[in-house]
C-alpha cells in the first residue's frame, strides 16, 4: 500500500528552486513547503531551513508565513523530544490562527499540540484540547482530521490503560484514513505509523507478542519507504524488543543494531536502550565480554541524558550481577546487585527491588549462605506485596478515570439527545405546511360543499392527529402500537385529503411482534414516510407507500419504508427546482439520524439507516427503499 508512494522527487526540485531563487518572498514560500514535509523526514535539514526563514521574517512583515513557521517548529520539537518548546510554538500559532486562520487549520493546530501534551503526560489538558478540536470541526466535518482526533484520543486511553477503549479508537482511525476520498498525505501516513505503534503498545502490554511484532514491522515497513526517519530508532527498539519477548535472539540482535545505526534518529535514549537489550541477548547466548561491553555504552548513554535515570542503571547493574554469578565471581556479583538495590530503592520501584532481592537470594542459596539467603528472600515477598498493593492502587486509578470518562461521554451524550428532542419538538410543531394546508383545504371544500360528515370526520382525525404530534414531541418512547396508529392517521389524512385517492398505502407487522408492549423511540419512522410523500410521490398519480415491522433481534425492530415514486435522483432534480421543499426534508431525517444514532450507541449498535434505490432492468428507478433499524426501548409506566 505505502510502498508506492515517494516524495523524494518532489524534495529535490524543490531544493533546486531555493538554490536558484533570490526573492526573501519566494524562499519564504519553498522553505515553507520544504520544512513542512522534512519535520517527518530530514530534521536537520529543517532545522537549517527554519533559521533562515526566522532571520528574514525578522526583517519582513509576513503573518501568514509567521504562523507557519511556529507550526513548522512546534511539529520540529516534538520530533525532537523539546515538548516545553513545541507547547510555547503551539501557543503562539493558535493564537495566531484564531485571528487569521480557517477553522480547519486551527483545528490541526489543536490536534498537533494534543500530541505534545499527551508527550508530557498532561492527559486532562490533553482531552480538553480534542474536546476544542471536535468542536470546531462539528459544523466544518473533514474525515482526515477526524481520524486524527480519534487517534489521539486512542492514545489518551492507552495512557490510563484502557486498552478495550484504545484498540478500538486506534481501528476506528485505521479504517478512517485509509478510506478517505482523497491520496493520503505524507501526515496521514505518520498518523498511521501512530496508530499501528499504539496497536503494537497495546499486544505488548497483553503479551500477544506476535501480533505486537507484527504491528511495530508495519510501523517500520512504512517510515522505511515514506523515509520517515525522526523516530525511526523507537520503532526498530519495538521490533526487537517483540523478539527479544519471543526468545527470537537473533532477530532481536538484528533491530536492535537497526536502532542503534539510525543516524537521523536522534533519540538518544532509544540507542541507550538498543545497547542495554543487545548486551541481554549476547548474555543469554553466554557471550559476557560483548554484554559486558553493551552494558557499558548503555549506561554511559543514559548517564549522559540524565543522572538520575535509576529505572534503568539498576535493570543494567542486576544484569550484570547475574552475568557475573554465572562466571563464578562473587564479590564483582554482590557489588552490581548491591547497586541495583541502591538504584531500585531511589526509583522506589518495588518491582525491580523483589526482582532484585529474589536474584540476591538465589546467590546466596548457592553459595550455602542460608541465613542470608532467607533475609533476602523475605525481602523478595515484603516487595512483591508492596508491589501488589502499587498496582492495586494504580488499576483503582486506572478505573477512576474510565469510570468518569464513560460518565463525562454519557452525560455529554444525554446533553446532545436532550438537545435533539427539543429539535424534534420545534419540528413536529412545524410539520409540513404543504401536509396541513392541503389537508385543511381540502376540509375547507368538503364544508363548502355541504358534505358535513365528511368535514367533520376528517376535521376529527386532522386534529387528533395535531395533538398527538404535539403531545409525542414531548416523549422519547411509546407503544409500537401508538407509532403505528399515528402513521395510519398521517397516511390516511394524505391519502384522502391531500392526493384525494391517488395515492394508497399498506401497514404490515410480521406476527411475532407484540406491538402493545414493545416501546419504541416516538415518531422515528414518520420523517421517512413523509420524506417518501414529498419527494417521491407528490408528482405522481398512482403513489403507493408500503410501511413493512420485522423483528431483526431481540433488541432491534426493522422498519422498511419502501415508496414507488420518482426515485432519489429525480427527486434532488426537483428540490433544486423548487427549494421550499429542502430545508423540511433535510432537518427531517438528519435529526431523526442524529437520535437513532445516539440512541443505538447505548445498545452498541451499528448501521441504523440504508437507503436503497430500486431500479428496472433497464436503470430506470421504480422508487425507493429505506431500512431503519429501530432500538426496542422500555417503556416508561407510570
Known sequence: MFGTISYTDDFQQLELKLQQQQDPLQRLLLIDQLTARYAFTN??????????????????????FLLNYHLNVANIENQLYHYH??????TQAIELLEERGTIKQQAEAVIDYTGTLINMERMDEATEMLEKANRLLKHFPERGLAA???????????????????????LEADKLINTLDRPLELKDYYFLTLIHSGLGKIYERNDEHEKSVEAYRKVVRMCESMQ????????????????????????????FHKAINIGDDTSERAKASAYANLGFCYYEEERYEEALEYFERAESIYQSITADDYYNLSIIEAWRGRLYS???????????????????????????????????????????????????????????EQYTEQVNKRKQVELDVKYEASKKKQEAELLQLQATRLQLKALRAQMNPHFMYNALNSI??????????????????????????????????????????????????????RFEDRMTYEIFLDDEIEEDIL????????????????????????????????????????????????????????????????????????????????????????GLVTTIDLKDKAGESLGTRVEIKIPIMEIQVK
Not at 518548546?85 to 503551539?90: L, R
Not at 413493512?548 to 435522483?569: A, F, K, P, Q, W
Open 519 to 606: 416501546g419504541v423511540p416516538t415518531m422515528i419512522v414518520q420523517p421517512y414516510v413523509e420524506n417518501a410523500i414529498e419527494h417521491g410521490l407528490r408528482s405522481k398519480k398512482n403513489g403507493k407507500v408500503s410501511v413493512h415491522y420485522s423483528l431483526l433481534d431481540e433488541d432491534t425492530i426493522l422498519c422498511v419504508v419502501e415508496d414507488n415514486g420518482v426515485g432519489r435522483e429525480r427527486a434532488r432534480q426537483i428540490r433544486l427546482q423548487d427549494s421550499r421543499y429542502q430545508n423540511h426534508r433535510s432537518k427531517g431525517t438528519r435529526i431523526t439520524e442524529q437520535r437513532l444514532q445516539i440512541l443505538n450507541n447505548s445498545k452498541g449498535k451499528n
Open 85 to 90: 518548546s513545541a507547547e510555547e510554538h503551539f
Open 326 to 384: 554465572e562466571l563464578g565471581k562473587k564479590e564483582e556479583t554482590l557489588e552490581h546487585f548491591a547497586l541495583a538495590y541502591s538504584y531500585a530503592s531511589a526509583a522506589e520501584d518495588y518491582r525491580q527491588l523483589s526482582n532484585i532481592s529474589k536474584d540476591i537470594a538465589n546467590f546466596y542459596a548457592d553459595q550455602e549462605d542460608y541465613k542470608s539467603a532467607y533475609e533476602y528472600q523475605l525481602l523478595y515477598n515484603r516487595f512483591s
Open 148 to 170: 486524527r482526533i480519534v487517534c489521539r484520543e486512542g492514545f489518551v486511553y492507552l495512557h490510563y490503560a484502557n486498552y478495550s477503549g484504545a484498540i478500538e479508537l486506534l
Open 43 to 64: 530534521i536537520q535539514r529543517a532545522e537549517v531551513l527554519l533559521q533562515e526563514q526566522e532571520r528574514i521574517l525578522r526583517n519582513c512583515d509576513f503573518p501568514d
Open 228 to 255: 520517515m526517519r525522526t523516530r525511526l530508532a523507537w520503532h526498530y527498539l519495538n521490533v526487537g524488543n517483540g523478539y527479544l519477548a519471543m526468545s527470537d535472539l537473533e532477530s532481536a540482535r538484528e533491530y
Open 444 to 497: 375547507q371544500n368538503f364544508i363548502t360543499s355541504h358534505d358535513v360528515s365528511s368535514a367533520a370526520k376528517y376535521l376529527a382525525k386532522f386534529a387528533l392527529l395535531m395533538r398527538q404530534s404535539l403531545e409525542y414531541s414531548d416523549l422519547e418512547i411509546i407503544s409500537l402500537e401508538k407509532e403505528v396508529q399515528f402513521l395510519e392517521d398521517y397516511l390516511l389524512i394524505n391519502q384522502k385529503l
